[in-house]
Nanobody, 125 residues
Framework: VQLQASGGGLVQAGGSLRLSCAAS??????????MGWFRQAPGKEREFVAA????????RYGDSVKGRFTISRDNAKNTVYLQMNSLEPEDSAVYYC?????????????????WGQGTQVTVSS
C-alpha cells in the first residue's frame, strides 16, 4: 500500500492550501478505509488533524483546526484531500496522511495501519 501526499508549500498567514493524498495498492480497497491527516512540527509530537469515514459522510477534526480545515475524499480517485484555510504560522508542520482499517473514525496514531511520507507546510507571518 502506498499513500502519496502532495500539495504542501510556503504560504502567508491567512492564505490557503489544499493537500492531496493518493492511495494505491493491489489489494487496497480505498473505500473500506478510514482516512486521516496528522501533522508534526519540529520538536513536537505528531497530532491528529482530521479524519473521514469510508463514504466521507462523517468527519472529525482536531480542536486547533476546526472551522478552518475541511477533509474530503473521492473514492473513485482513491484520494483524500485536506483543504486548509485561514492558515496560521502555528499550522506549519509536516502533514501526513494515513489509512485505518476501521469501521468508525479514529483519531489516534496507533489505530492507523498505513502512512504516507508527509508533505511540508510552512506558513509565514
Amino acid at each position: 500500500v502506498q499513500l502519496q501526499a502532495s500539495g504542501g508549500g510556503l504560504v502567508q498567514a491567512g492564505g490557503s492550501l489544499r493537500l492531496s493524498c493518493a492511495a494505491s495498492g493491489r489489494t487496497f480497497t480505498f473505500s473500506s478505509y478510514v482516512m486521516g491527516w496528522f501533522r508534526q512540527a519540529p520538536g513536537k509530537e505528531r497530532e491528529f488533524v482530521a479524519a473521514t469515514s469510508w463514504s466521507g459522510s462523517s468527519t472529525r477534526y482536531g480542536d486547533s483546526v476546526k472551522g478552518r480545515f475541511t477533509i474530503s475524499r473521492d473514492n473513485a480517485k482513491n484520494t483524500v484531500y485536506l483543504q486548509m484555510n485561514s492558515l496560521e504560522p502555528e499550522d506549519s508542520a509536516v502533514y501526513y496522511c494515513a489509512a485505518a482499517s476501521r469501521s468508525a473514525i479514529v483519531s489516534t496514531q496507533r489505530q492507523y495501519d498505513y502512512w504516507g511520507q508527509g508533505t511540508q507546510v510552512t506558513v509565514s507571518s
